[in-house]
């Protein structure tokens, strides 16, 4: 069983819709959730940062961590076009150096189409 | 521009050859780390370096040799590879204060590598 399990996909969504990325895990020792938003050719990019459960908005986003259940998720609300990448989840169980020391999903692709 | 810079951005190595991948951080963090992204894998962690010091190395085969010469600068020295090593190479930093403040780990943008 992968540590973290995400489904790749692909997702395809009209522009304006509400994507909804979700991510499971298994090692109850991860309390620091993270989504990288990829470009195609590009290297991931922090998007959203939550440390143990709870919520956490910043603009169009929402990142929802729920420990009890080792479920997170991402909402994009209003989704653009330039929101199509690849999204990946990412898990630390410690700070410091192991702020570093991720466990990624396997990265959904988002397509937002005009 | 990233404060990460990977340096070559593509990379096509035959099996016998022996190569080098560079990365710099113009970010002033002390926390290096190597990761590899295969097609439809998850992003693998290979090392990471703490201070120049090797800290993890997360049971990578040995024609993967990292360089640590300073806290700005990380190499990957390959030789041997398989074809199976064709992959994304990733480098990213962060900074771990040891005071519990810690920065989010920023991503280079990778050196795609070919092995014939």
């Known amino acids: 069983q992968k540590e973290v399990e995400q489904d790749p996909g692909p997702l395809s969504v009209p522009e304006g819709a509400i994507v909804s990325l979700n991510c499971t895990y298994s090692?109850?020792?991860?309390?620091?959730f993270m989504w990288y938003r990829q470009y195609s050719r590009k290297g991931p990019e922090l998007l959203m940062y939550?440390?143990?459960?709870g919520n956490k908005e910043d603009g169009r986003f929402t990142a929802q961590v729920d420990k009890s259940s080792k479920y997170i998720s991402l909402f994009i609300r209003d989704s653009q076009p330039s929101d199509s990448a690849t999204y990946l989840c990412a898990m630390s169980a410690d700070g410091g150096t192991s702020y570093g020391k991720l466990t990624f999903g396997q990265g959904t692709i988002l397509t937002v189409h005009p | 521009e990233t404060g990460v810079t990977q340096t070559p951005r593509h990379l096509v190595m035959g099996m016998t050859n022996k190569k080098s991948l560079k990365c710099e951080q113009h970010l002033g963090h002390n926390a290096m780390y190597w990761y590899k992204q295969s097609a439809k894998k998850p992003l693998e962690l290979m090392f990471v370096?703490?201070?120049?010091?090797?800290?993890e190395n997360n049971s990578v085969p040995s024609r993967f040799s990292p360089e640590c010469p300073n806290s700005s600068h990380l190499f990957l020295h390959l030789h041997t590879l398989q074809p199976e090593d064709s992959a994304l190479y990733l480098c990213?930093?962060?900074?771990?204060?040891?005071?519990?403040?810690?920065?989010?780990?920023?991503f280079g943008q990778g050196t795609r590598l070919t092995v014939v």
């Open positions: 090692n109850s020792a991860f309390q620091y």
């Open positions: 939550t440390y143990s459960s």
């Open positions: 370096y703490n201070f120049k010091e090797q800290t």
């Open positions: 990213a930093s962060s900074q771990d204060t040891g005071t519990g403040y810690n920065t989010e780990a920023f």
